[in-house]
């Protein structure tokens, strides 16, 4: 069977998290969304994974914490700004590998969901006659993707 594996490596959503706040000032939920968007909704990391890459990167001095309206954010600091300069071009080529994958996740899931939708809508009665063959369709095909 498949294996969960991590959809970023280790350091990759530090980095990304870098470079949300060099746009603007962010909270943690704010972060969340952001990196879920970027992910095409297929990562959201929890806020078990994102405070401590917050507290790493403001122990390395390249962000701080600020107070806006009342509620704690984070922003980015000159040596922040100083690190992404010097490693963006590295990082960008492998968040675009990543979102290529991500696109590719993309259309897989919206060919599952038409699969669902299709047989969601079909008539109870042609559904009951036909249930055998569409789940030996099925299985048959997860047989084939897991042989790949």
């Given at each position: 069977m498949f294996e969960k594996r991590e959809h970023f490596k280790r350091?990759?959503?530090?980095?990304?998290?870098?470079?949300?706040?060099?746009?603007g000032p962010k909270g943690v939920y704010e972060i969340k969304k952001a990196v879920k968007e970027m992910s095409l909704g297929?990562?959201?990391p929890s806020t078990g994974v994102i405070y401590p890459n917050l507290r790493s990167l403001k122990?390395?001095?390249?962000i701080k914490e600020i107070m806006v309206d009342g509620r704690k954010k984070y922003t980015i600091t000159a040596e922040g700004e100083k690190y992404i300069k010097e490693n963006f071009q590295r990082w960008k080529e492998t968040m675009e590998l990543k979102r290529k994958k991500f696109e590719k996740m993309k259309e897989l899931g919206d060919m599952?969901?038409?699969?669902?939708?299709?047989?969601?809508?079909?008539?109870?009665e042609y559904l009951e006659r036909n249930r055998n063959k569409i789940f030996e369709i099925l299985r048959e095909t997860l047989e084939k993707i897991e042989r790949v």
């Open positions: 350091g990759m959503l530090r980095n990304i998290i870098l470079i949300l706040l060099n746009r297929f990562y959201e122990e390395d001095g390249l599952l969901k038409e699969i669902t939708e299709k047989i969601v809508t079909m008539d109870d």
